[in-house]
């Protein structure tokens, strides 16, 4: 899909499942985030929500798991005997690891513990969750050429690296 991706926006945000409190927040670091529009830098849902938005806005926005993190998979659960397990892992359910798969590093959540196996949800642990957003607009700024380049925003709040 071609896009216009010229808008780099800084934001405070605290996110939480619908109803609950929020469980994270920018401001807890201390430093807004800076996002450019259009790259994936953020879910789909929040990158809708900033578009158009001016320097200052404070608003709420709720968005659904489909456009959070995607909805539960029931496919992604796997049984790992618990000899492939590395050691010191805690195997109690909730508890999450990293697993390699064929599309990279993933953290899995451990759903289930028997005597000689476990279960592995690979789902994302938001995957299936709507989630409440606060956010104040920072800046809006144009995005430089080198940033389009690069998919990414730079500078405060964005990525920081060499060249
Ligand atoms: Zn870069």
């Known amino acids: 899909m071609e896009q216009t991706i010229r808008?780099?926006?800084?934001?405070?945000?605290?996110?939480?499942?619908?109803?609950?409190?929020?469980?994270e927040s920018s401001r807890t670091a201390g430093e807004p985030i800076a996002a450019l529009l259009g790259a994936s830098n953020i879910i789909p849902g929040l990158e809708q929500a900033l578009?158009?938005?001016?320097?200052?806005?404070?608003?709420?926005?709720?968005?659904?798991?489909?456009?959070?993190?995607?909805?539960?998979?029931?496919?992604?659960?796997q049984r790992v005997a618990k000899k492939h397990i590395p050691k010191g892992i805690p195997l109690a359910v909730g508890q999450t690891l990293l697993v390699n798969t064929q599309q990279g590093q993933r953290r899995a959540t451990i759903t289930k513990v028997g005597m000689s196996v476990i279960d592995l949800d690979?789902?994302?642990?938001?995957?299936?969750?709507?989630?409440?957003?606060?956010?104040?607009?920072?800046?809006?700024?144009?995005?430089?050429?080198?940033?389009i380049a690069h998919g990414h925003a730079h500078g405060d709040g964005g990525v920081h690296h060499e060249g």
Not at 54 to 63: C, D, I, W
Not at 139 to 145: F, G, I, K, L
């Open 51 to 77: 578009e158009g938005r001016s320097a200052g806005e404070q608003f709420e926005v709720t968005v659904p798991a489909a456009l959070a993190y995607g909805e539960r998979q029931e496919g992604m659960v």
């Open 122 to 147: 690979l789902n994302h642990p938001l995957a299936g969750r709507d989630l409440h957003f606060n956010i104040e607009v920072v800046e809006v700024r144009a995005a430089s050429n080198e940033e």
């Open 7 to 23: 808008t780099v926006v800084r934001f405070h945000y605290a996110v939480g499942e619908v109803g609950q409190p929020a469980f």
